[in-house]
């Protein structure tokens, strides 16, 4: 059976590092990952974004925020992803992280992000999913 691929936008990330392991539904992503259920996926970009937040909000996270990349699969930004036309109103930042996704296609894209993603969620761009952390795990 082919694992299902994952990609999560920097506030999940970060959630993942910051709340409490146990009651994260973020954490909860890299559980499901170690038991085999699914493959987890950042890009260069995502990564910078979480470790400048971790650093500001919570540097005693760093160390835990580290641990959870190395367990994911880092991909390179991609540039705009031409092949669907993006919504014009996501920021630059959401819409590399976003195109990284579908330029790779990846099947869900994960994110807290109501004000930007709240038009895309339970909507697919090319073959991925845009979806929170929660309705994905329900």
Avoid: W
Wanted: one cysteine or more.
């Amino acid at each position: 059976m082919e694992k299902m691929t994952v990609f999560l936008h920097s506030d999940v990330l970060f959630s993942a590092a910051y709340s409490n392991c146990g009651l994260s539904r973020a954490y909860l992503l890299f559980e499901l990952q170690r038991e085999g259920c699914l493959d987890l996926y950042v890009s260069s970009f995502v990564c910078r974004e979480a470790r400048h937040n971790i650093a500001l909000q919570c540097p005693q996270k760093s160390g835990l925020l580290e641990s959870l990349i190395s367990e994911t699969t880092e991909l390179n930004d991609s540039p705009v992803f031409r092949g669907h036309l993006l919504p014009n109103r996501l920021p630059d930042a959401d819409r590399l992280v976003l195109s990284t996704a579908i330029a790779n296609r990846i099947k869900f894209f994960l994110t807290f992000s109501e004000e930007v993603f709240s038009q895309l969620f339970g909507k697919r761009l090319e073959a991925t999913f845009i979806l929170r952390p929660a309705c994905f795990l329900n």
